[in-house]
Nanobody, 124 residues
Framework: VQLQASGGGLVSTGGSLRLSCTAD????????MSWFRQAPGKEREFVAA????????YYADSVKGRFAISRDNAKNTMYLQMNSLKPEDTAVYYC??????????????????WGQGTQVTVSS
């Protein structure tokens, strides 16, 4: 699966951004999808995930209540609505996919396909 992430940019503290991730796979609806992020000098960390059928949602504690993950299977696209952004949210954001849901959904090693990343910078 080829993934294309977009929507990053520069925003002030408290601002909002919406990231998009489009897949070129017609069976997108069966894929588990997630967002990860990586700040300079840090490891890639889990942000949010959405299951393919139940669409159950999972979030890192650091973004709960501020970020919302969603998917539109008709458009082969996943979204990440980011509100109340903080400087510590600054990172390159990556979308990732795998064919089936895995209980270790928070681990980057479980995903087979990655987007190219989109930079999010939150100024203080």
């Amino acid at each position: 699966v080829q993934l294309q992430a977009s929507g990053g940019g520069l925003v002030s503290t408290g601002g909002s951004l919406r990231l998009s991730c489009t897949a070129d796979e017609r069976t997108f609806s069966t894929y588990a999808m997630s967002w990860f992020r990586q700040a300079p000098g840090k490891e890639r960390e889990f942000v949010a995930a959405i299951r393919p059928v139940s669409r159950q949602l999972y979030y890192a504690d650091s973004v709960k209540g501020r970020f919302a993950i969603s998917r539109d299977n008709a458009k082969n696209t996943m979204y990440l609505q980011m509100n109340s952004l903080k400087p510590e949210d600054t990172a390159v954001y990556y979308c990732a996919s795998r064919v089936r849901w895995h209980v270790w959904y928070y681990s980057p090693a479980q995903y087979t396909d990655w987007g190219q990343g989109t930079q999010v910078t939150v100024s203080s």
